[in-house]
């Protein structure tokens, strides 16, 4: 089974201890949404940011269980290094949206559209860098209903994915400092793109595979 990443556990409990601490100061409502412009469009009462800061932990706990549950468990030793890498990018991510909510919240004018896309490119960066390595399971990575019906569909469907997620990853990147909501949705477009282009081309590579 995965190892438990002890650092990123102490920082998440920080990171939640640090929400009590900083309760008291926040307003009673906090911004919880914005639109494409970086434009606060919701708000929450302050009692959700336990929600937001407990998240990152609920979702490691969930991810490090679900290897134990999956009928294809040891697949996931043969890409330990993959699921643990895009645990730890996405478990840092949402603990960097939980402070950023936090931080706007309590008055700090930060770029959220900005930091928001350059941390959603690295991440499709990351995850596309290592979908490669990523073994066939039912959890973990692209799961269409090719793709989990064959290995070869699996296998050259992540290969092609990967480069997807890597180019749709430097876009969002390129995209950041842009405040342009018909360029931002561009980004997203591209996105819902590839994910077309991926589940059409498993389809075809399961359908030649069976064959």
């Given at each position: ?187 997203f477009v591209a996105l819902m793109i590839l994910i077309v282009i991926v589940t059409v081309y498993s389809y075809f590579v399961y ?5």
């Amino acid at each position: 089974m995965m190892k438990i990443n002890k650092w990123l556990i102490v920082l998440v409990i920080l990171s939640i201890i640090a929400t009590i601490v900083i309760y008291p100061k926040l307003p009673d409502k906090v911004p919880m949404h914005w639109n494409f412009k970086g434009e606060i469009d919701g708000y929450g009462d302050r009692t959700s940011v336990f929600a937001t800061a407990t998240l990152p932990l609920i979702l490691y706990i969930l991810m490090v269980f679900i290897p134990r549950i999956d009928p294809k468990k040891e697949s996931y030793k043969k890409h330990a290094k993959a699921y643990e890498i895009t645990i730890l990018a996405m478990t840092l991510l949402f603990i960097l949206l939980h402070w950023i909510t936090i931080s706007v919240g309590l008055g700090y004018e930060i770029p959220v559209d900005m930091i928001v896309k350059i941390c959603i490119g690295i991440l499709f960066i990351i995850i596309g860098n290592y979908m490669g390595q990523i073994r066939h399971n039912y959890f973990f990575g692209i799961r269409t209903p090719w793709t989990l019906a064959s290995e070869t569909s699996w296998r050259k469907t992540h290969k092609i994915g990967g480069i997807g997620f890597i180019i749709v990853g430097i876009l969002f990147v390129i995209a950041s400092p842009i405040r342009n909501q018909i360029f931002s949705m561009l980004c997203f477009v591209a996105l819902m793109i590839l994910i077309v282009i991926v589940t059409v081309y498993s389809y075809f590579v399961y359908k030649k595979d069976s064959q």
